[in-house]
């Protein structure tokens, strides 16, 4: 049987290590990447291999020739430009007329291909899938199989809230000549997210195997090392270069190691390298051929690269140099740091933590390298979280780390587009935000600066203006000591993941676009976004009628820009305010936040006392706020929610409504009464932004205090909630207690439940066979229905814990609903 090794990959996450090489040529253990693939085809029977080459396809070929030396016959196809895993196969046809294997070849692996192929034949399959249980599967593409083995359903690069399995698609794949049917030639095209899911459709046979053996895509810096550890823990069996000399250690062709040199296995010396008295090795240290280690340097989990010099004193811990790198005396490489080809570091210098030098760079005698990636706190598993990028101001988010950041963003975007930019009313936000403006810049990127604006404004003026994006920089709600940066698309809306992980790939490999003098953008300054944003509000509502109902409000800025806003807004609609906190303000501003509750309470006062129709009190970021009713009682999340969805349902008849799946079955009963629609959605607000831009929402809710009116702006709102909200009890012409009344009472309790990374796809597919023969629910998480309620299971995306929301009929049912299925998380945590 032929097989086709596909070697097309740039391997960017690896940078600095792969810009010079493509990443199938990197060694583990001294061997390239592809190699060991090559040697495990052949020890399977595969001798006639295709390679797929594109990004320095020079280095692949050079390399393997023809195959004889490894004992089989290889030819290559060429991609010109990126065709995607199923396009560069197709490029391969003319050599593919039989059965044939595909596999990658930049990962390590050591599983039975033979018996791959034989459940392949077996199963008369028209493609069959090798598939393997992973600790993270949110990394990869999980697919879901019946009992059979048949395939169900594919997910490529889920969130935690599609993982439904811990089954992983290892890119190994037995397929028919048939499957070129469904890859058009020419075109991008991937196996997983294209050709299987037509494959599906049409109802071939598609088969998944679990395979046995140890399989890792090598795809980070930190499974990088992580291979070389298993490898040398015997983890995975590949063949080992050179002599064994004593237990858990191996000396290459001509090694020179001192008698006095301290080597504590595993280790791996190379071909020719010398190891002087005194040097220390200790475990996991790999060493490549050609490496000369001085007297007294010391290396701790270190792989090195051939031909790299580690001067005297030096002392390496779990660090990966480059080929021809030359560290001279007294230098030191702390843990995770990363030397690319032909560096030069003199004499003392220290290279910090997680440091990424690129190759051919030098590094003067004695100087500190800092690292140029602070976002991560310890245990942080991305760059993003639910509300952008946040961390402690001037330490974790600080000026050098914004413009790399604004950089990165940049990059993202094509050269001359704008992006709008706004902050709070805090110093921190105003002195990050030029810096982001100057990163910006310098990426060929216009700037159109509200300076102080809240975010609904800031959106409203990327979507009016047709911005290709912007961002805004806030203190983080109720932490004053921290900051936030929030990125949105040209929709004005919360950029997705897709657009997240691009930026994180952009900064993490440092691949900044620099524009020339003449390009380098510009910085502009709107002078009517209030006004626009005043009338899109205006024309929203009838104005008229609520001239005449002359609505009597209890208002908070809570020292935020919306104070700079709402005069404006009130003037259009005659409201009589009064107004608590009406000034932006610095120092203030820090103080509100943390003290939300307080002035809760005092607002209920003045509502009871001034006898006014409502009261709200509006975040410092003007986009959610605590709604009182007219008896000066403040609304609950849930009970705002149900209050606005009855009074949008009876006001709208047929409304369409986006809601959370978490949201209770009031919500539900409220829409039968008035004969209203809902879309269910995703617990992330960017996914609820999303579904209400989509033009078939006419109003949308989270539990969190957020409402999105769609026909001003497709994300949460404030200021509009308050202009709608008045429209509505106007349209009603009855007060919001009695609204408030009439809402369904919901009994929903919710559990987080510890979870360790590691085991929350495991928790997920046993919580996926555990559901089996119940009716779900997986628009996020797995969500059972119940004849009297419902139970929702969630793992949090950046906190260890999976959440466990229960509804029932009444507080005690629910209570136990979520008993049960957090009780059940626990249980497969274990």
Excluded at 562 to 567: F, K, L, Q, R, T
Excluded at 778 to 807: M, R, S
Aim: with cysteine; net charge negative; glycine share 8%.
């Amino acid at each position: 049987m032929k097989a086709v090794i596909l070697a097309g990959g740039e391997g960017t996450r690896l940078r600095p290590l792969t810009s010079n090489q493509p990443k199938p040529m990197m060694p583990i253990v001294n061997v390239p990447m592809m190699e060991h693939i090559v040697r495990l085809l052949a020890q399977y029977g595969f001798d006639d291999i295709v390679v797929t080459v594109a990004f320095l396809a020079n280095h692949i070929r050079t390399y393997f020739g023809d195959g004889s030396e490894f004992g089989v016959r290889m030819r290559y196809a060429t991609e010109e430009s990126p065709l995607g895993t199923a396009g560069s196969v197709r490029n391969a046809i003319d050599e593919l007329d039989d059965t044939f294997l595909v596999i990658a070849g930049d990962v390590l692996t050591d599983i039975d291909l033979e018996m791959l192929v034989e459940g392949h034949r077996k199963n008369e399959a028209f493609a069959s899938i090798g598939l393997k249980r992973v600790e993270n599967p949110v990394e990869f593409g999980i697919v879901i199989t019946r009992e059979d083995g048949t395939i169900e359903r594919f997910l490529e690069k889920p969130t935690w809230g599609e993982v439904f399995s811990d089954t992983i698609n290892t890119g190994i794949y037995v397929l028919e000549p048939g499957i070129f049917d469904f890859i058009p030639e020419g075109l991008v095209v991937d196996f997983s997210s294209d050709v299987f899911p037509r494959v599906l459709e049409r109802g071939l046979k598609l088969y998944g195997h679990v395979v046995d053996g140890y399989w890792e895509d090598v795809g980070t810096l930190e499974a990088y090392r992580s291979a070389h550890e298993d490898i040398l823990d015997g983890r995975v069996h590949v063949d080992l270069p050179g002599f064994r000399v004593r237990e858990n250690v191996w000396f290459g062709e001509n090694a020179d190691v001192s008698p006095e040199a301290i080597i504590e296995g595993p280790v791996i010396v190379g071909d020719n390298s010398r190891i002087e008295a005194g040097a220390t090795l200790r475990p996991y240290t790999v060493l490549g051929n050609d490496v000369v280690v001085k007297s007294d340097a010391f290396m701790e989990r270190c792989v090195v690269h051939d031909h790299v010099y580690i001067g005297r004193g030096s002392r390496l811990r779990g660090a990966v140099i480059g080929r021809a790198s030359d560290l001279r005396e007294g230098v030191r490489v702390d843990e995770g740091a990363v030397i690319g080809d032909e560096c030069f570091v003199g004499e003392g210098a220290i290279v910090n933590p997680q440091v990424k030098i690129y190759p051919s760079k030098s590094v003067e005698p004695g100087a500190l390298v800092s690292s140029s990636i602070v976002w991560e706190s310890r245990g942080a598993r991305t760059l993003f979280g639910r509300r952008g990028v946040r961390g402690l101001a001037n330490v974790d988010v600080n000026p050098e780390s914004v413009i790399r950041l604004a950089m990165a963003y940049g990059t993202s975007l094509k050269k001359g587009s704008v992006v709008t930019t706004s902050r709070d009313t805090s110093r921190t936000a105003r002195a990050l935000k030029r810096a982001i403006m100057a990163g910006l810049n310098l990426t060929g990127i216009h700037v159109m600066d509200l300076e102080l604006a809240p975010v609904p404004l800031t959106r409203f003026q990327v979507r009016t203006e047709r911005a290709q994006g912007g961002l805004t920089v806030r203190l983080v709600p109720h932490d004053p000591d921290s900051v936030e940066i929030r990125f949105f698309d040209a929709n004005g809306a919360d950029i997705g993941e897709g657009t997240q992980r691009k930026i994180e790939r952009l900064l993490y490999r440092e691949d900044f676009r620099r524009a020339f003098a003449g390009d380098i953008g510009d910085i502009v300054f709107p002078p009517r976004a209030i006004e626009f944003y005043t009338a899109a509000l205006e024309a929203s509502v009838d104005a008229e009628r609520l001239r005449k109902r002359h609505f009597k409000v209890v208002l908070d800025y809570s020292f935020g820009a919306a104070s700079i806003v709402m005069p404006n807004v009130l003037s259009k609609i005659g409201a009589e305010v009064l107004a608590a906190n009406p000034y932006a303000a610095t120092a203030s501003a820090a103080e509100a936040l943390e003290d939300v509750a307080a002035r809760v309470a005092s607002m209920c006062d003045l509502v009871r006392a001034s006898g006014s129709d409502l009261g709200f009190v509006f975040d410092a970021d003007g986009e959610t706020a605590t709604i009182i009713d007219d008896r000066g009682e403040p609304l609950t999340s849930e009970i705002a929610l149900l209050s606005l969805v009855y009074l949008v349902c009876a006001q709208h008849p047929g409304a369409r409504i986006a809601l959370p799946v978490s949201v209770s079955r009031g919500a539900e009963r409220i829409a039968q009464q008035f004969g209203a629609h809902i879309t269910w959605t995703k617990l992330s607000a960017a996914h609820l932004m999303e579904i209400a831009g989509s033009g078939a929402v006419d109003f949308a809710a989270s539990q969190e205090g957020g409402f999105i009116w769609p026909e001003v702006l497709p994300a949460y709102d404030a200021t509009a909630t308050l202009v709608k909200l008045l429209d509505l009890l106007a349209a009603a012409d009855r007060p919001l207690s009695e609204i408030v009344s009439d809402v369904p009472t919901s009994f929903v309790a919710h559990e987080a439940v510890p979870t360790p990374w590691e085991r929350k796809g495991t928790v997920m597919r046993g919580m996926m066979e555990w559901a089996k023969g119940r009716d779900t629910v997986l628009v996020d998480g797995i969500k059972v229905l119940y004849p009297d309620g419902w139970a929702l299971v969630l793992p949090d995306p950046e906190l260890n814990v999976t959440h466990v929301w229960a509804e029932g009929e009444n507080e005690a049912a629910a209570k136990r609903l979520v008993a049960i299925h957090a009780g059940k998380v626990a249980e497969l945590t274990v």
